[in-house]
């Protein structure tokens, strides 16, 4: 892990730095990305998620175009690269049920490790498509404009060492968001506070909680340039990837579920799969009306909470006014998967939905769960049912939040998650802090 120079906006140029950043490109909506580029013209979506048009091309599309307005905004010195390495202290002060919360991560660049090497480890897989257009918008612009989120173990409580080098000084970085979340970030420019750091930091094993599609294409993206740039060597700036580290005993780490979103399940479809389910759940049934829908609902809710360890997945489909409650039944992964699936994985709820219900019951092949285009993800139950009632989505599998301790566990053996296992909440802002893969040497 090293200090960088980082780019960051210039306050001379931009007043509030709300309006220019956002959240992370993965969980942005269409809507959501019309409205961040009709925000600001610096908005770093333009950066991160360009708007496609009809008449793009190789030469012309949105990560050309990312291209040319990083540069652009370089030139005006709308974006300005600090004159000496930084880490980066990031804060973000929000409200979660009736408390409110801060949590701290700490902005650096981390030297990229292949996954077998067992110090970056990851927890879920990824889409391929994914990972392709990832790529191809940094060949087109060489910069890190997110970091990727990743935690670490704190036996030396690292984090009270950050707190305390900015403690009572202003950050320089200082705004509020559309959610209403504070946001702070400080540069940590002391030589002995970084290298006190970067020492206690030298031997910790890292845990990607989110943005495994843009670590794996920093991966890729180190492999395109020792392929192609004879120039490429030990010291290039691609070794690296900007990361946010944040200590898991950080008290303001939340992870909230991921519901699944399916698109191209006709009702018939879910009714012979709820049949069929039976074998291997316990099916509870909350039949609604126009009157008591919200009394319904809520105990639907109240219901999944309470069975949270005992493996539940809730099932909504689009026209049918009922909700479902799937409770797993004792000792079925392990007798239907225990002899290809740890026991860490069998007691993931995603797993269960992933291999029992998707694969076993409703039959995806291994192209269908690999189409990003049919599943769409919710964070919230508000959220989730507003999709499947809207005719967005088909069907919904509600979750309840996997556990940062399963997270360890399963990183720590080696293995992943089905895709979109985790929401680490809030996420990682982009635009705060750019890293340039430019080799300036």
Avoid at 58 to 75: E, G, I, L, M
Avoid at 180 to 206: C, E, F, S
Avoid at 223 to 241: I, Q
Avoid at 415 to 438: A, C, D
Wanted: net charge negative; hydrophobic share 40%; with cysteine.
């Amino acid at each position: 892990m090293l200090p960088f120079k980082g780019i960051l906006y210039n306050p001379a140029k931009i007043a509030d730095s709300a309006d220019v950043t956002t959240p992370p490109y993965d969980v942005i909506s269409s809507e959501e990305q019309v409205a961040f580029h009709e925000r600001h013209p610096n908005n770093i979506i333009r950066l991160i998620l360009g708007l496609a048009t009809p008449a793009d091309t190789a030469k012309d599309n949105p990560h050309t175009r990312s291209a040319a307005f990083y540069r652009q905004w370089v030139a005006e010195d709308v974006l300005r690269q600090d004159d000496q390495p930084a880490l980066y202290l990031k804060a973000i002060t929000y409200p979660h049920g009736q408390a409110t919360i801060t949590r701290y991560g700490l902005i650096a660049r981390v030297g990229i490790e292949a996954f077998e090497k067992r110090i970056i480890l990851p927890h879920e897989k990824t889409f391929s498509k994914v990972r392709s257009e990832r790529l191809d918008l940094l060949k087109a612009t060489h910069c890190n404009y997110c970091p990727i989120f990743s935690l670490y173990p704190d036996e030396g409580n690292l984090l009270r060492t950050l707190e305390a080098a900015v403690d009572k000084s202003r950050a320089d970085v200082d705004f509020t968001d559309e959610n209403g979340h504070h946001h702070q970030l400080w540069r940590i420019l002391d030589p002995a506070i970084q290298a006190q750091v970067t020492h206690a930091m030298q031997d910790k094993r890292l845990f990607i909680a989110d943005g495994h599609h843009r670590y794996e294409t920093a991966l890729n993206f180190k492999k395109h340039l020792e392929a192609t740039d004879p120039a490429f060597n030990d010291r290039h700036p691609a070794n690296y990837v900007m990361m946010y580290l944040c200590s898991m005993s950080d008290p303001g780490l939340i992870i909230l579920p991921a519901h699944r979103l399916v698109r191209g399940l006709p009702p018939e479809e879910i009714q012979r799969a709820l049949e069929r389910a039976r074998t291997w759940f316990d099916i509870s049934d909350y039949p609604y009306t126009a009157e008591n829908r919200k009394t319904v609902e809520q105990q639907f809710w109240n219901d999944l909470a309470s069975g949270a360890e005992g493996h539940v997945i809730g099932v909504y489909a689009h026209g049918t006014p009922v909700f479902h409650i799937l409770t797993l039944k004792t000792g079925v992964m392990a007798e239907l998967f225990g002899a290809e699936l740890d026991a860490a994985l069998q007691e993931l709820d995603v797993t269960i939905l992933t291999r029992l219900i998707f694969m076993n019951i409703l039959e995806f092949d291994q192209a269908r769960l690999d189409d990003a285009s049919r599943f769409g993800y919710a964070s919230t139950g508000d959220k989730a049912l507003a999709a499947i009632d809207s005719g967005a989505f088909d069907a919904a599998f509600i979750l309840n939040p996997t556990r940062i301790e399963q997270v360890q566990k399963v990183a720590q053996k080696g293995l992943v998650m089905p895709r979109k296992s985790t929401y680490f909440y809030p996420k990682v802002r982009s635009g705060l802090v750019m890293n340039s893969l430019v080799d300036e040497s």
